[in-house]
């Protein structure tokens, strides 16, 4: 969020113009917590859905605003209703001093029941391991070092209580050492999705190719997963 004019929350209703018109519900965050409270929400979960159009691969489109699958934020009612909220990402002030130049507006875009089923973490590490592990092995046998590196400082994440990420405030105080903490370290790590000279930008011909994209979609796969499963997984009773 730091580099946000805003974050918003809004709903949509039809106009007499067949489309819609926009109501805000909450300015920031905080006011929506509250929204929320009031409408006794018990609690609230992420989903990710990868695309279903033709245009380009999540993968790639990870590198770009909007890209990368929907993500969306699940708010669960008391009587098991699940309303979804979805971001739009719009540039405002490119000049803006503080460079938070980004307009985000979360959308109530769906109900829905019962809320969504998402892997556990215990489910998802044993694949996100042989996933870092083919990729890593890849990018050796291709003498990719610095991308060697992404993928050996994440697998190192998972045993260690160090945090390599830039973002080192992705759960609540005192769960630092936990497998959440641990698995959203290693999810910056690994991610190398992105625009020039990422892991994105690389091209390989014949089987070379074929291996290169089998890797690289699994563990884009796997990550996605693996955010959502930390992200939603019940804190531990301390």
Same mark, same amino acid.
């Given at each position: 969020m730091q580099?946000?004019?805003?974050?918003?929350?809004?709903?949509?209703?039809?106009?007499?113009?067949?489309?819609?018109?926009?109501?805000?519900?909450?300015?920031?965050?905080?006011?929506?917590?509250?929204? @929320?409270?009031?409408?006794?929400?018990?609690?609230?979960?992420?989903?990710h859905e990868a695309s279903s159009g033709a245009g380009l691969p999540d993968r790639i489109s990870a590198a770009f605003a909007g890209g990368g699958g929907g993500w969306s934020i699940d708010a669960i009612d008391r009587d098991g209703l699940t309303r979804s909220w979805r971001a739009r990402w719009e540039v405002g002030?490119?000049?803006?001093?503080?460079?938070?130049?980004?307009?985000?507006?979360?959308? @109530?875009?769906?109900?829905?029941?019962?809320?969504?089923?998402?892997?556990?973490?215990?489910?998802?590490?044993?694949?996100?391991?042989?996933?870092?592990?083919?990729?890593?092995?890849?990018?050796?046998?291709?003498?990719?070092?610095?991308?060697?590196?992404?993928?050996q400082r994440a697998l190192d994440a998972l045993h260690s209580t160090a945090r390599f990420?830039?973002?080192k405030d992705l759960v609540a105080d005192g769960e630092g050492d936990g497998d959440r903490a641990a698995l959203l370290d290693v999810c910056q790590s690994a991610w190398v999705f992105g625009g020039m000279g990422s892991w994105n930008d690389l091209s390989f011909e014949g089987e070379l190719g074929r291996q290169y994209d089998q890797v690289?979609?699994?563990?884009?796969?796997? @990550?996605?997963?693996?955010?959502?499963?930390?992200?939603?997984?019940?804190?531990?009773?301390?």
């Open positions: 580099s946000c004019e805003h974050v918003q929350f809004v709903t949509f209703a039809r106009n007499l113009a067949g489309g819609y018109d926009e109501k805000l519900v909450a300015r920031t965050p905080e006011e929506w917590f509250d929204v @929320l409270a009031q409408n006794e929400t018990k609690g609230l979960s992420l989903r002030n490119r000049d803006a001093i503080d460079r938070r130049i980004w307009r985000v507006s979360y959308g @109530l875009v769906g109900e829905a029941r019962p809320p969504a089923i998402h892997a556990t973490v215990a489910e998802i590490r044993p694949s996100l391991i042989r996933a870092l592990e083919d990729i890593r092995a890849f990018a050796a046998a291709q003498q990719l070092q610095n991308f060697v590196f992404c993928f990420g830039d973002y690289s979609e699994r563990l884009f796969a796997l @990550l996605n997963q693996t955010i959502v499963a930390a992200t939603n997984e019940p804190q531990a009773a301390g």
